[in-house]
């Protein structure tokens, strides 16, 4: 079992023991994924663009950013897995999709 399935094992019965299937229909996984990015976004809020990788060395500011990115990794695969999403296919799809519409030549430093 490779780390992903591993985790999305995790989920499903972190899930299913408080018994929030009926919750996590797609819209509300949506909403709820916005949600966490807005608490990810919350804790760099007022850091100057040019501090932002020293504030997320600092140990206390790095366990939050921490933890609000580990809910929008959860949350997006609650909601991939909901939708019967192959997560790594898609990202691999879109970095495709990516490379043709953003060409290095023309996007280097830009």
């Known amino acids: 079992m490779d780390r992903l399935e591993k985790m ?39 850091v100057k ?3 932002a990788d020293a504030h997320c ?6 366990r939050r950013v921490a933890d609000e990115v580990a809910d929008v ?8 897995d909901r939708i019967e999403l192959d997560l790594p296919a898609e990202v691999h799809r879109k970095l495709v999709k ?8 023309e996007w280097r430093g830009r």
């Not at 990794?73 to 991939?80: F, G, K, N, R, V």
């Not at 990516?98 to 030549?105: D, G, L, M, S």
């Open 8 to 46: 999305l094992v995790d989920i499903r019965a972190f899930v299913a023991e408080r018994e929030w299937e009926p919750f996590h229909d797609p819209k509300n996984l949506a909403m709820a994924v916005a949600s966490e990015a807005g608490e990810l976004l919350s804790e760099l809020r007022w």
């Open 73 to 80: 990794a959860i949350t997006l695969l609650m909601l991939a």
């Open 57 to 62: 060395r600092e140990p206390e500011a790095r």
């Open 49 to 51: 663009g040019e501090d």
């Open 98 to 105: 990516n490379r043709e519409k953003y060409p290095v030549e």
